[in-house]
T-cell receptor, first 113, second 109 residues
Framework: NAGVTQTPKFQVLKTGQSMTLQCAQD?????MYWYRQDPGMGLRLIYY???????DKGEVPNGYNVSRLNKREFSLRLESAAPSQTSVYFC????????????FGQGTRLTVV | GQQVMQIPQYQHVQEGEDFTTYCNSS?????IQWYKQRPGGHPVFLIQ?????EVKKQKRLTFQFGEAKKNSSLHITATQTTDVGTYFC?????????FGTGTSLTVIP
């Protein structure tokens, strides 16, 4: 039982390059979230998917797109990476958008040069 | 902007001293959760509070949820080096799940 798996764990991009961060969960959870973590800023919500087939913007969606491919997978795409997107990205899942705990992946450390 | 604020941002304590972090929301929360993130790790769930004025304890950790359900606190009694990490509160508004800015705790042996 892997829980929440993020790939890759580390990535270095050049400004303007594109990439997709992958998140997969095997816990049959409905809700999935993407956060970025920067020093002193805590965890900021980028996009979320309350259930399969739906996606919504969070606090800081600019420069990102998401796809809820199926119930298991929720990907985050950077179309044209910028240095301001250097961050640690976490995917999280919740059984349903309700009164239950979030389970996090191990994170993806992204550097844009 | 950030809807859930935490203070302090950083806290250094001598081992054995107490520690408290405070969480304040601009809106009423359905519930509040607390997470701990060890250096280099990912956030791990500690506890959830749902009722107004609720108090829960986990060994040396005491969690409180305010009467108005807009604030919360985490108090650690007699800190140990294993308490090192960043503590986050998180609140739900609709389907969105917002995390606080976090308090980084350093425990000096």
């Amino acid at each position: 039982n892997a829980g929440v798996t993020q790939t890759p764990k580390f990535q270095v991009l050049k400004t303007g390059q594109s990439m997709t961060l992958q998140c997969a969960q095997d816990m049959n959870h409905n809700s999935m979230y993407w956060y970025r973590q920067d020093p002193g800023m805590g965890l900021r919500l980028i996009y979320y998917s309350a259930s399969e087939g739906t996606t919504d913007k969070g606090e800081v969606p600019n420069g990102y797109n998401v796809s809820r491919l199926n119930k298991r997978e929720f990907s985050l795409r950077l179309e044209s990476a910028a240095p301001s997107q250097t961050s640690v990205y976490f995917c999280a899942t919740i059984p349903q958008a309700g009164y239950t705990e979030a389970f996090f992946g191990q994170g993806t450390r992204l550097t844009v040069v | 902007g950030q809807q859930v604020m935490q203070i302090p941002q950083y806290q250094h304590v001598q081992e054995g001293e107490d520690f408290t972090t405070y969480c304040n929301s601009s809106t009423t929360l359905s519930n509040i959760q607390w997470y701990k993130q060890r250096p280099g790790g990912h956030p791990v769930f500690l506890i959830q509070l749902v009722k107004s004025g609720e108090v829960k304890k986990q060994k040396r950790l005491t969690f409180q949820f305010g009467e108005a359900k807009k604030n919360s606190s985490l108090h650690i009694t007699a800190t140990q080096t294993t308490d090192v990490g960043t503590y986050f509160c998180a609140g739900r508004t609709g389907n969105q799940f917002y995390f606080g800015t976090g308090t980084s705790l350093t425990v000096i042996p």
